[in-house]
């Protein structure tokens, strides 16, 4: 074998007697450093290469692996095979027959594109290629060790190709010794094949290991949702395709296909939990929530609902290329896919569990729907009151304030939060105050009703004075809310509940940018972390007294990473020292200071509206964190005794 690339001298003396020290580097290398990033493990070989049969118009792939994939990973396919010429092309890096042009970058329709995967995992294996393009002509067969080519000859035809990946990372031990436990990496491949068979019902999968069967699905016939169903339910556990809820929904921004699980269905993980875009499986931690979020009075805390959802948007609104693996998307509007999803979702089960407080209250969550191309202009103060938790959509305060004038019919001072077992009631009693109160009309949602709804003085209750204020009428007189101690407040406990339960919601940067610290912030931040983490920052350190920021909560607008962390250092400081604060409290009064939005800044009716919605779903809703009043009231009482009515 050639001598380790590693050892490859990097300088070199120069005429002068000078030391060049930067050079190329040799292919080899560099295909071997990309297999770091694409070839992460056995199952990343698993999923590349099936994707390549996919590509090629597979109808049938068979999975053979020996030692959970370290010793052999063999995927054969009956797809549209390759000449000669093209075989060996495609092992080369960036050699890829499905792009050629930056254009054909911005529409990606097939899975792969980079052209590193063949060059990649033939750089860490034994490889072998065979494949051919009929039955009648030589089919072709090429090997290749670390990279180079140790054999080529023809073969007896086929039509398909088959790879086999022997020996993975074998000259690369360090790589090899980080590989898991065998049982971990069959997982890790089992998912992966699991979740592209669940994508291609019409292409048929097995999966053999060590001679044992583990998988085999034939390739589903009938027509596209009903092969879905008919798939899902032979390769998960989740019963007939009869019971799954059934999701069918497009506008011309968002199609949303799939299928739901009914609620007594759910389960304690995330196991079960699928989102594909544009036929790629994706991680979105955000739009997963989206999906939760709809199912929310319907299961109690910690249930994870079933679903498979199928989005189909325009290449041009998503970004596919972030990752090299591939399984992280971006979208030019991830708060309108949002919303969107949310609303879609809730529908679907609105309409099949025929419960009033899906079917009737629901769409109005569409109000959160933010299309970027048409939407009116936003304001820097016009996210806020949004926040990273979406507003919980419909609101008792619709049109009329009945939950105000519960609130201060001088019951209780402190709501708690619905219990499982009065969500039913609480359900209920949000239906009819909607079917009470003037409601938008159900159709109503997406842009034109949003700029309806931003117009002040639509519903005529809420008044906003000197951009400071918000008041509002209760049968019992009138209430003035501060904004910024109310918005604090709500705030707060969010920002509590994401320190307590580790769920705040993070949208991962295009870019991870890093952030250099004074040594002290830095020494802060750093015992900091896992509480960030938290919150939705996705940070680490980064040599120094840098760190590297890969996502920030779902809330944070691109660009402000820098001015938020170094804020909510500062604040924290400052309440260290001040209010001796310590810890979660501190880090959560902080960030709530830090995000609030000020006095001054103009409301529109429909964030006023969520301000206050927000507001009342607090433990507190009366006090800020530091215990000042978010608001005052003047009864009728009290006004008739100032103007002397009698
Ligand atoms: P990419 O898939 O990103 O184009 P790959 O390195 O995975 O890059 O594959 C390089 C090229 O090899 C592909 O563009 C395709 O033309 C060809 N190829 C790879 N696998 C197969 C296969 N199973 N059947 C037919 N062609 C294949
Ligand atoms: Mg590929």
Same mark, same amino acid.
């Given at each position: 074998?050639?001598?380790p690339?590693e ?10 007697g000078?030391?060049d ?18 070839v992460?493990?056995?199952?990343s ?32 396919d ?14 080369k ?6 792009i050629?042009?930056i254009?054909?970058l ?15 995992i ?10 051919g393009?009929?039955d009648?002509?030589p089919?072709?067969?090429?090997r ?25 990372y ?15 990496e ?14 291609h019902?019409e ?11 583990l ?11 009903d092969?879905?169903a ?14 799954l ?9 968002l ?8 609620p007594?269905m ?7 939990q ?28 910690g249930?994870?609902?079933?679903f ?14 972030v ?10 509007d ?8 949310r609303a879609?979702v ?5 309409t ?16 959160d729907?933010r ?8 304001t ?6 949004g ?11 619709q ?6 004038d519960?609130l201060f ?13 009065? !969500?039913? %009631?609480?359900?209920?009693?949000? *239906?009819? &105050?909607?079917? =009470?109160? #003037?409601? /938008?009309?159900?159709?109503s ?5 949003s700029k ?5 003085g ?18 019992s007189?009138?209430v ?12 707060y ?19 991870p940018?890093?952030?250099e610290f ?5 020494v802060?931040?750093?015992g900091?972390?896992?509480?960030l ?25 691109a660009?402000?990473?820098?001015? !938020?962390? %170094?804020?909510i250092?500062?604040? *924290?400081? &400052?309440f260290? =020292?001040? #209010?001796? /604060?310590?810890?979660?409290q ?6 709530a200071?830090r995000?609030?939005?000020r ?10 509206r ?10 507190s809703?009366y ?10 009231r ?11 009515r009698?």
């Amino acid at each position: 074998m050639n001598a380790p690339v590693e050892q490859t001298d990097i300088s070199e003396t120069t005429e002068g007697g000078g030391v060049d020290r930067i050079r190329l580097m040799p292919l080899a290398l560099a295909n071997k450093i990309a297999a770091g990033e694409v070839v992460q493990r056995p199952a990343s070989a698993v999923k590349e290469l099936i994707e390549n049969a996919l590509d090629a118009g597979a109808t049938r792939i068979d999975v053979a692996l020996q030692h959970a994939g370290s010793t052999l990973i063999q995927i054969t396919d009956n797809g549209a095979g390759m000449s000669e010429s093209d075989a060996r092309m495609a092992v080369k890096r960036h050699a890829t027959s499905k792009i050629h042009s930056i254009e054909d970058l911005e529409c990606i329709m097939t899975l792969g594109f980079r052209g590193e995967a063949l060059a990649s995992i033939a750089s860490v294996s034994q490889f072998e290629m065979r494949t051919g393009m009929d039955d009648e002509h030589p089919a072709f067969l090429l090997r290749l060790e670390g990279g180079e080519e140790v054999d080529a000859h023809p073969a007896p035809p086929l039509k398909g190709t088959s790879v086999s990946v022997r020996n993975l990372y074998f000259n690369v031990p360090a790589r090899r010794n980080f590989l898991k436990r065998p049982q971990t990496e069959l997982k890790h491949i089992l998912d992966a094949v699991q979740v592209l068979s669940l994508a291609h019902p019409e292409v048929a999968f097995t999966i053999e290991h060590d001679g044992n069967m583990l998988l085999s699905v034939d390739a589903e016939a009938e027509d596209h949702t009903d092969a879905t169903a008919a798939r899902l339910s032979a390769v998960l556990p989740i019963g007939a395709p009869e019971n799954l809820i059934r999701v069918e929904e497009s506008t011309s921004y968002l199609a949303v296909n799939g299928f739901l699980g009914h609620p007594d269905m759910a389960r304690r993980t995330r196991g079960l939990q699928f989102l594909f875009v544009n036929g790629r499986w994706v991680k979105n931690r955000y739009l997963e929530h989206a999906v939760h979020a709809a199912y929310e009075y319907l299961l109690p805390e910690g249930a994870y609902p079933f679903f498979a959802l199928f989005l189909d948007i325009d290449s041009r609104h998503v970004d596919v290329n972030v990752h090299p693996t591939k399984s992280e998307v971006k979208f030019d509007d991830e708060r309108g896919v949002y919303g969107m999803l949310r609303a879609v979702v809730g529908k679907a089960l609105g309409t099949t569990l025929g419960s009033p407080d899906f079917s009737r209250a629901k769409p109005l969550s569409g109000l959160d729907l933010r299309f970027s191309p048409d939407s009116t202009p936003r304001t820097a103060s016009d996210e806020h009151p949004g926040r990273g938790l979406p507003s919980a959509g419909n609101s008792p305060l619709q049109g009329g304030n009945p939950g105000l004038d519960a609130l201060f019919s001088g019951a209780t001072e402190s709501r708690p939060l619905p219990s499982p077992d009065r !969500v039913a %009631d609480a359900s209920r009693s949000l *239906y009819e &105050a909607a079917q =009470r109160t #003037e409601t /938008l009309p159900a159709g109503s949602v997406g842009p034109a009703a949003s700029k309806a709804a931003s117009g002040l003085g639509e519903e005529g209750l809420l008044w906003q004075l000197h951009d400071t204020y918000i008041l509002t009428q209760i049968l019992s007189g009138l209430v003035i809310i501060d904004q910024q101690m109310a918005h604090e407040r709500i705030l707060y406990e969010q920002a509590k509940a994401c320190l307590k339960d580790g769920f705040g919601l993070s949208q991962q940067l295009l870019f991870p940018r890093t952030i250099e610290f004074s040594a002290s912030e830095y020494v802060l931040l750093e015992g900091l972390m896992p509480d960030l983490a938290k919150l939705g920052f996705d940070i680490e350190p980064f040599g120094g007294n840098s760190v590297i920021v890969r996502g920030v909560p779902a809330d944070i607008s691109a660009g402000d990473e820098r001015s !938020v962390l %170094d804020e909510i250092v500062d604040q *924290y400081r &400052a309440f260290e =020292r001040v #209010e001796r /604060l310590n810890g979660r409290q501190n880090l959560a009064r902080s960030v709530a200071r830090r995000g609030a939005v000020r006095a001054g800044i103009p409301l529109s009716a429909r964030e006023m509206r969520s301000l206050i919605d927000q507001l009342f779903q607090c433990d507190s809703p009366y006090v800020s964190p530091d215990g000042r009043p978010t608001m005052i009231r003047m009864s009728g009482n009290e006004l008739r005794e100032r103007f002397d009515r009698k």
